[in-house]
């Protein structure tokens, strides 16, 4: 019990991003299967034509779920670069659904309503799997990123922290280091110097020589 207690506090925000991004995906499935069916069968559209006009209403449909529920704790990297980011992933999504439909209509000659939704929900799948992973990656990004300078692109100086993975990692050193920095910049304020040997003790030279009579 307590290994998958630890376990769940280990990937709670992982599971949670899982179970949301699945709610919203169901819905997205509706929309897609159920668009795709109506308009192929119903209408008499294209099958690939029918899957691209349902799976980009479902797009809009999905970023809206993902933006303001799936991902709201991540980073807000603008409306235009998510939405267009967006589109583009679920674009090579939607080109792995039109895959798997044109690989068993046109290539397996397989165009009876059942061969076709089993192609539609492998290719659903596929592409689900490649969403969930490029969406973490490049659309919601973690709300731990520092902002990006508007005119060089390049992350604010300011806003960029050590990762919590490595903070401590080098306090020692650099309190050693502080440490004898602030004992230098001491000895150096009272003008201390090591003394230097005297010309007249037992460490000069010809001090210890034989006198010659």
Request: glycine content about 12%; charged content about 15%.
């Amino acid at each position: 019990m307590r290994i998958a207690i630890a376990l769940y506090d280990r990937f709670k925000l992982l599971i949670h991003e899982v179970a949301k991004f699945g709610a919203v995906g169901a819905v997205g499935l509706v929309v897609a299967w159920g668009g795709t069916n109506l308009l192929h069968f119903g209408l008499g559209m294209g099958p690939l034509t029918s899957n691209t006009i349902a799976t980009v209403a479902a797009t809009t449909l999905a970023y809206i779920g993902n933006r303001y529920w799936t991902f709201r704790h991540r980073a807000d990297s603008g409306l235009g670069r998510e939405y267009f980011l967006f589109f583009v992933l679920n674009g090579v999504g939607l080109l792995i659904q039109l895959l798997c439909i044109g690989f068993t209509h046109y290539t397996l000659k397989l165009d009876d309503q059942f061969s076709y939704n089993v192609a539609l929900a492998v290719g659903i799948g596929l592409g689900t799997l490649f969403r969930f992973w490029s969406y973490k990656k490049w659309v919601f990004l973690p709300p731990q990123l520092p902002k990006v300078d508007a005119h060089t692109g390049l992350p604010s100086p300011g806003e960029v922290t050590a990762p919590d993975s490595l903070k401590g990692t080098f306090t020692g050193w650099i309190r050693g280091d502080a440490a004898h920095a602030s004992r230098a910049q001491s000895n150096g304020d009272r003008g201390e110097q090591r003394p230097s040997p005297s010309l007249h003790g037992p460490g000069r030279p010809g001090a210890h020589r034989r006198r010659i009579s």
